[in-house]
């Protein structure tokens, strides 16, 4: 009995935390380790700003040691620290215990391993730098809530009537105006300087020119001295002490000496509060448009990657050897894969979607052809995130064609959102489109009356209808007419304007394709197309001729151009680009791939579209004239048109480069991408994404009815933004994106009006799919 009475009265002797006996989780041996005394530190040091970053420096060592919580060095170091060792905590379970006064102290711990020069605060450990149980603390802790308390009243005036954050703080802390005293304007510059030599140790300055064992050497190898700013303080010091005698009353009473009381408010007003406001607000207002922090912030953070649930992975994949490498991979892209072989066999190859590779044309058009490939639904639409990436000549990828194809101008395509001229012309196209509402469906109905004769009457003397070559004359003709308000072949343009288009779009995207020709060897295929840029005169006479007719038909639209602050000829040139690349280049390849895969669809499809769109077109009444209305009271049919627009949308490649470093997130994992990286999405692969779309790769035309199927839009991805999305001034998706789906449905209801079911041959093009109507059975029931 004596002895057990013995042993338990020992047991306080050994100092044991009974939170280590009530723990019900397996207490492990912290991991990590300090390196060898001086240049473990340093090497730390060097992760921490130059060689890994703030985040991956952290991020790395959670991944290597599979654990929030390690052993590490954290700057500034030798000669500057003592002691730099550290246990790190980086998660919200573990990271409380610093708030515990129970378990941790607080003395001079402030600024981390060690402590700036107390001549920054006359001399005094002011209350920043005290534990809870030294006696000065609690008694200043208490002379700040009453001082802050006393304004109460006076902080929301304050603050609207003053938005900077120095005026403002000590007019509400010492009701004086500072450049009624010594102080006069300087006060922001002071403290800012006061400020960084205090916490210059850690900190980057982030110039491109000063070499790192330079900036290392400067400001983490001895304390930076205190007489650059001894006079400017003591403006501050003279001008506080003056204002704040009631306070310094108040501090006397609770047994602070005058000057020691006036150096903590100086440190409170300065560093805890101008201080707190300097990094917080721009963050805040910042935040706002998701970038993480201003140049202000010492480490510049993006805070998503802390935000990111996912694991942290580098991106997979190599560059290869420069030149080589990228044509190696042109070869594999266009002839020894195949573009979606070539991505398919990487995403098995790196068991990612997020992969890095080169993409053509490479040498010697592009001059750097290295990129992040994006393969999923959930990385993709980073490319529609304008506080991210940077849409600036990037429309055709890593190369741009020659302005000469375009009058000299960068056309609003080439635009970043950001330069002024992109909101100008987009707001431009949006009023054009909005002014044609009225003559959509009038037009787009004549154009395919046409359309279907030329097609009935092919099939009947050839037995079969190039319906490409037929719909591309029908897009021009439509185009021109609804734009310009001119039938084209009443112009000098007459029959030719679809051929010149053709050609002028072949010239200037030839370095993506291939002409599948099968005598050409590849070779001579790819020094011809993806080794030079192709030049402009082959096509400039008929582009001067399209130029012409569409400036002398667009007099109010060039009014209204000169009136946003363009000029004619630059707007001219882009009405060019919007209605020859755009739009007509837009429906040359979707028009054909929508004829495609409906006659994939089969008869039994055919029927069910005729049935729901004769239904609803013959119950109005016997007006069999389309309207909006009717379109969409038919829900197959949008659906079906959704469907192809995700199978196979007509524009397959997205790019953008980042505009700072951040964290992109996937379905499984995270991956971080720097600055000035470029960017690129395939799409037809991120709208089959089998963790969205059920059975992705079958043409389902019934996928977006419902609600299910209204939740799905969100994913269709065509137009340069989600289907959910409306294009604006701030975005760069197509304008005319609620134009294409119109039309796509329109010349559904009128095949189906027309037709019961037809037959086709399918073949490839350089863009696009290869139509042939080889049958068409005229409506049963009409």
Not at 485 to 501: A, D, L, R, V, Y
């Amino acid at each position: 009995m004596s002895s057990h009475t013995n042993h338990i009265l020992q047991l306080p002797v050994l100092s044991i935390n009974p939170s280590a006996l009530l723990s019900k989780l397996p207490i492990q041996k912290i991991p990590g380790d300090y390196g060898i005394p001086f240049f473990g530190p340093i090497k730390d040091r060097y992760d921490y700003f130059y060689n890994q970053g703030i985040n991956e420096f952290f991020r790395s060592r959670i991944a290597k040691y599979k654990s929030t919580v390690f052993r590490v060095n954290m700057p500034p170091g030798p000669f500057l620290a003592s002691n730099p060792k550290v246990i790190v905590l980086l998660d919200a379970a573990t990271f409380p215990v610093l708030f515990d006064m129970d378990k941790v102290e607080k003395k001079n711990v402030l600024g981390g391993t060690y402590m700036p020069s107390t001549s920054f605060t006359g001399g005094y450990r002011v209350c920043a730098f005290l534990d809870q149980s030294e006696p000065n603390h609690g008694k200043l802790k208490r002379l700040f809530l009453s001082t802050l308390a006393s304004t109460h009243d006076k902080f929301i005036p304050e603050f609207h009537s003053d938005n900077m954050s120095f005026d403002f703080l000590f007019k509400l802390l010492f009701n004086k105006n500072p450049e009624k005293t010594k102080i006069g304007t300087n006060g922001l510059t002071i403290l800012k300087k006061w400020f960084f030599l205090q916490l210059a140790p850690i900190m980057t300055l982030g110039i491109p020119m000063l070499p790192n064992f330079i900036e290392d050497l400067l400001l983490r190898t001895f304390p930076l001295p205190f007489f650059p700013i001894k006079s400017g303080y003591k403006k501050i010091y003279d001008s506080v002490y003056e204002a704040s005698t009631p306070i310094l009353d108040e501090a006397e009473k609770l047994g602070i000496k005058r000057d020691e009381a006036c150096h903590n408010l100086i440190f409170m007003f300065g560093f805890n509060a101008f201080g707190g406001m300097k990094a917080f607000f721009p963050t805040l207002i910042n935040f706002q448009s998701s970038v993480a922090m201003t140049s202000s912030s010492p480490h510049n953070i993006d805070p998503s990657p802390l935000l990111s649930k996912l694991p942290i992975q580098k991106i997979p994949g190599e560059y290869g050897i420069k030149f080589f490498g990228p044509i190696k991979d042109r070869y594999d892209y266009f002839y020894n894969q195949g573009e979606n072989e070539f991505f398919r066999s990487r995403v098995a190859k790196y068991k990612s979607t997020v992969f890095r590779a080169n993409m053509p044309p490479g040498p010697l058009i592009a001059s750097n052809p290295n990129v992040v490939v994006l393969l999923d639904a959930a990385t993709f639409p980073v490319l529609f995130d304008m506080d991210k990436v940077e849409k600036k000549n990037i429309l055709d990828g890593t190369y741009m064609p020659s302005t000469s194809f375009t009058g000299g101008y960068r056309v609003c395509a080439f635009l970043d959102p950001s330069e002024p001229n992109h909101g100008k012309l987009k707001r431009l196209f949006l009023s054009i489109l909005a002014s044609t509402h009225d003559k959509i469906i009038p037009k787009f109905q004549n154009e395919m009356n046409i359309l279907f004769t030329n097609i009935e009457e092919e099939v009947t003397s050839k037995g079969k209808a190039d319906f490409n070559a037929i719909s591309d004359n029908m897009s021009f003709d439509f185009v021109f007419k609804l734009f310009f308000n001119k039938n084209p072949s009443e112009t000098i343009i007459g029959t030719n304007g679809s051929k010149i288009f053709t050609e002028w779009i072949f010239l200037q995207l030839a370095p993506l394709m291939s002409l599948g020709l099968p005598k050409l060897p590849n070779f001579i295929e790819d020094l011809l197309l993806h080794t030079f840029k192709l030049p402009f005169f082959p096509v400039k006479s008929g582009y001067k001729t399209i130029y012409d007719v569409v400036y002398e038909a667009s007099t109010p639209i060039l009014d209204e151009a000169e009136k946003l602050g363009i000029k004619r000829d630059e707007a001219c040139h882009n009405l060019v680009f919007v209605a020859g690349f755009n739009a007509f280049g837009g429906m040359k390849t979707l028009f054909p791939t929508l004829i495609k895969w409906v006659s994939l669809g089969g008869e039994t499809l055919h029927k069910t579209l005729a049935k729901e769109i004769r239904s609803i077109v013959h119950s109005e009444d016997g007006n069999q004239e389309l309207t909006i209305s009717m379109l969409e009271k038919m829900a197959l049919t949008k659906s079906v048109v959704y469907e192809v627009l995700r199978i196979e949308p007509p524009v397959p490649y997205q790019y953008g480069k980042a505009k700072k470093d951040f964290i992109i997130n996937g379905h499984d994992a995270a991956f971080e991408v720097k600055k000035g990286e470029m960017l690129f999405g395939y799409q037809p692969f991120a709208t089959k994404d089998p963790k969205v779309f059920e059975n992705p790769e079958e043409f389902i035309p019934e996928r977006f009815l419902g609600d299910s199927g209204e939740k799905l839009l969100k994913y269709v991805l065509w137009s340069n933004e989600r289907e959910t999305e409306e294009p604006s001034e701030i975005n760069k998706q197509c304008p005319g994106k609620n134009l294409v789906v119109l039309m796509c449905r329109l010349l559904l209801t009128g095949f189906f009006l027309r037709y019961d079911t037809f037959t086709v041959e399918i073949g490839k093009l350089p863009l696009g799919s290869s139509v042939k109507i080889t049958s068409v059975t005229k409506a049963t029931n009409n």
